[in-house]
């Protein structure tokens, strides 16, 4: 009996203390940090390396992407393992706040190693190899979508509120660097064995897997609830339906240039949305929702969920859009090959990269001091300036400017991120750090997938207009037939684009061997050389990229906006605001005020409890929430007694633990 006792008082301080920021020992958080960091990086290395490592792939599996109904094997290939990380983020976040975060995100680091593995030794070829590796991308991507929903509720248990901004500023930074670093990275492996793109992972993934389960522990509160499963099973088919009618929207239907028409595509992303308004309706009633739609209450949450959206709106289908450019015009007139365009549109993209590192891990550290609204909103408005800068370039740009551009990019991006992902994670009570973190990842990946059909479909409507009288002049002059410049003109534009996206000659791919084959000598060799498709498809080409600019402009600004809503700096049970000598002397009467309450309690709904701002724009409404509101522990005023400790009776806990203000 005194041993279910001693456990039962133990089980109820760990539920209910105050947050340590040195976790199990004095370096734990670093260790938490850096396995993290390790566990997000080669998650979204994986997101691109695929991406200029597909000429090899397909070569090796012998499969022509550009072929009649391969278009789906080529489009899935790219796109499954982003679709499947953005719909079971939040499922998984969800297991992590009632199972373990460190549970779910070891898990996830072994899944991601296995399906690896399996991935690179793919001996299958032919349609049959595509689709082998297609669902293999799939279960590794379960694995991606374990790692990115538990990281940054790792890191919030494990850092205090004044340094979550600088950690989790360092962990966004290995997520955007991966993205590049996957474009290199396929480039350089993809020539020597296609494998190799796959088998790279395997070794870091073993690492970290054995890694985390040796040092990782679980420091946050863990909330015991039954599965939402009819949430769970709603969420992710209206996710799936919308983004792969968005997927395929992007495809040529019945004589048009795009597939906005079909009625497959029609269907998916109006049912999608559909069963999405019925999942909204479980989550109102069922007692253990998937997760609380109360937590859209919160202002800091949902302005910067949906800043984060716009903001992935913007740039998520700027590395494609810059991509083609380089790949498809640039390069080439710049005297490289186009089978080496791929590997040198990811070098000559790193300013990218390096602006983001210098400006993600400071903007970070600047957000714990001085709040994240106005390095949000900088950055956000920043990145417009870039957009209408890239707009303003010509086709054929010098690069010096260019690279000034991107660099400055980079740096827009990092003040915006790292400060708005800490926001985000302060705002959420600590039961609901998971599934929140799940929802962020959800949005951001959902709209890279978005801004991928929205950018593909700007760039295919400008290209439509001229495109096939620019090919029949150009081709004709050349003394290709009149009926076969036809054909090649009459194809859809979305061809042009996936074969500069693949680094292959498009007039050669496009316009047949048997073709060239009876040309003069000097007509075949200019038209396949690297300068009559740059020249042909540059006017073209700039009249998609200035609409696809222009909308990632309006997607920046409005972000800029709803960065400025969010209101001021704001820890959920902070309950002081945030300032110099603030912490420490606020934390102490944090840790009184929690170590008062010695009973375990029931799940309190997402927002209610004590809540920290700066200002009286940033305090919440807790009025809502169906359960009785937790005594609220403010700290005590200068001179007066500390407040007593709250009675807790059998049904009614004493409310959420307290975090560490800033």
């Known amino acids: 009996?005194?041993?279910?006792?001693?456990?039962?008082?133990?089980?109820?301080?760990?539920?209910?203390?105050?947050?340590?920021?040195?976790?199990?020992?004095?370096?734990?958080?670093?260790?938490?940090?850096?396995?993290?960091?390790?566990?997000?990086?080669?998650?979204?290395?994986?997101?691109?390396?695929?991406?200029?490592?597909?000429?090899?792939?397909?070569?090796?599996?012998?499969?022509?992407?550009?072929?009649?109904?391969?278009?789906?094997?080529?489009?899935?290939?790219?796109?499954?393992?982003?679709?499947?990380?953005?719909?079971?983020?939040?499922?998984?976040?969800?297991?992590?706040?009632?199972?373990?975060?460190?549970?779910?995100?070891?898990?996830?680091?072994?899944?991601?190693?296995?399906?690896?593995?399996?991935?690179?030794?793919?001996?299958?070829?032919?349609?049959?190899?595509?689709?082998?590796?297609?669902?293999?991308?799939?279960?590794?991507?379960?694995?991606?979508?374990?790692?990115?929903?538990?990281?940054?509720?790792?890191?919030?248990?494990?850092?205090?509120?004044?340094?979550?901004?600088?950690?989790?500023?360092?962990?966004?930074?290995?997520?955007?660097?991966?993205?590049?670093?996957?474009?290199?990275?396929?480039?350089?492996?993809?020539?020597?064995?296609?494998?190799?793109?796959?088998?790279?992972?395997?070794?870091?993934?073993?690492?970290?897997?054995?890694?985390?389960?040796?040092?990782?522990?679980?420091?946050?509160?863990?909330?015991?609830?039954?599965?939402?499963?009819?949430?769970?099973?709603?969420?992710?088919?209206?996710?799936?339906?919308?983004?792969?009618?968005?997927?395929?929207?992007?495809?040529?239907?019945?004589?048009?240039?795009?597939?906005?028409?079909?009625?497959?595509?029609?269907?998916?992303?109006?049912?999608?949305?559909?069963?999405?308004?019925?999942?909204?309706?479980?989550?109102?009633?069922?007692?253990?929702?998937?997760?609380?739609?109360?937590?859209?209450?919160?202002?800091?949450?949902?302005?910067?969920?949906?800043?984060?959206?716009?903001?992935?709106?913007?740039?998520?289908?700027?590395?494609?859009?810059?991509?083609?450019?380089?790949?498809?015009?640039?390069?080439?007139?710049?005297g490289y090959g186009f089978e080496e365009t791929p590997l040198w549109a990811g070098i000559y993209m790193l300013p990218l990269t390096i602006g983001f590192l210098i400006a993600g891990p400071f903007s970070g550290w600047a957000s714990d001091r001085f709040g994240a609204r106005t390095f949000a909103a900088g950055g956000m408005l920043l990145a417009a300036a870039t957009f209408v800068a890239l707009e303003e370039l010509p086709v054929d740009f010098g690069y010096p400017v260019f690279a000034a551009i991107l660099l400055v990019n980079g740096i827009a991006m990092g003040l915006f991120s790292s400060p708005n992902r800490a926001a985000i994670m302060n705002s959420l009570p600590p039961d609901q750090r998971g599934v929140g973190a799940g929802i962020s990842t959800t949005f951001q990946n959902s709209a890279t997938v978005l801004s991928i059909g929205i950018f593909f479909s700007l760039m295919i409507a400008g290209l439509a207009g001229s495109l096939p009288g620019a090919l029949t002049h150009g081709l004709t002059a050349e003394g290709v037939p009149a009926g076969d410049a036809a054909r090649v003109a009459a194809l859809p534009p979305v061809g042009v684009l996936f074969a500069s996206l693949l680094g292959y000659n498009p007039v050669k791919t496009l316009l047949g061997q048997q073709v060239l084959d009876h040309l003069p000598a000097h007509h075949a060799a200019y038209l396949t050389g690297r300068g009559f498709f740059p020249a042909l498809i540059s006017p073209p080409f700039s009249q998609g990229l200035s609409a696809a600019f222009d909308f990632a402009i309006a997607a920046c600004l409005v972000a800029a906006v709803a960065s400025l809503l969010r209101g001021g700096r704001y820890v959920h049970g902070g309950g002081a605001k945030a300032g110099a000598g603030a912490p420490a002397a606020v934390a102490a009467t944090s840790a009184t005020a929690a170590t008062s309450a010695t009973s375990a309690a029931p799940a309190t709904p997402a927002g209610a409890g004590t809540q920290g701002t700066e200002g009286a724009e940033a305090t919440e409404d807790t009025s809502h929430h169906p359960a009785p509101a937790p005594r609220q522990v403010s700290p005590p005023e200068s001179g007066a007694p500390p407040p007593p400790p709250p009675s807790s009776s059998p049904g009614q806990g004493p409310g959420p633990p307290s975090e560490e203000p800033r």
């Open 1 to 334: 009996m005194g041993r279910t006792t001693e456990r039962r008082t133990a089980g109820a301080e760990r539920a209910v203390r105050p947050h340590d920021d040195s976790g199990p020992g004095p370096r734990y958080k670093w260790i938490a940090l850096s396995n993290t960091t390790l566990g997000v990086l080669i998650a979204t290395i994986n997101i691109s390396i695929m991406l200029i490592a597909l000429p090899d792939i397909f070569r090796g599996i012998g499969v022509d992407p550009l072929r009649p109904g391969n278009t789906s094997l080529l489009l899935w290939l790219i796109m499954s393992y982003m679709v499947v990380t953005a719909v079971l983020v939040v499922s998984f976040g969800r297991l992590g706040d009632i199972f373990g975060r460190v549970r779910m995100y070891n898990l996830g680091f072994a899944v991601f190693t296995v399906f690896s593995v399996l991935l690179s030794v793919t001996w299958m070829h032919g349609t049959s190899g595509a689709l082998w590796l297609i669902g293999m991308r799939v279960l590794q991507g379960v694995g991606g979508a374990m790692l990115m929903a538990n990281s940054n509720a790792i890191l919030t248990d494990a850092f205090p509120a004044d340094q979550r901004g600088l950690a989790l500023g360092l962990n966004q930074v290995a997520g955007i660097a991966g993205s590049f670093i996957g474009l290199i990275l396929g480039g350089l492996l993809g020539p020597l064995n296609w494998h190799l793109v796959f088998l790279v992972s395997v070794p870091i993934g073993l690492f970290g897997t054995v890694w985390a389960y040796l040092k990782l522990r679980d420091t946050g509160v863990r909330t015991p609830a039954r599965l939402d499963w009819w949430g769970n099973l709603t969420f992710a088919i209206g996710l799936i339906a919308v983004l792969s009618g968005i997927t395929y929207g992007i495809q040529p239907y019945a004589g048009h240039t795009m597939g906005w028409s079909n009625p497959w595509v029609i269907a998916a992303i109006s049912g999608g949305v559909a069963v999405l308004g019925v999942f909204c309706l479980i989550e109102n009633r069922v007692a253990q929702p998937m997760f609380h739609l109360d937590l859209f209450r919160i202002r800091a949450f949902t302005a910067g969920n949906v800043a984060s959206l716009l903001a992935a709106l913007g740039r998520g289908g700027l590395m494609f859009i810059l991509i083609i450019w380089l790949q498809g015009i640039w390069l080439p007139r710049h």
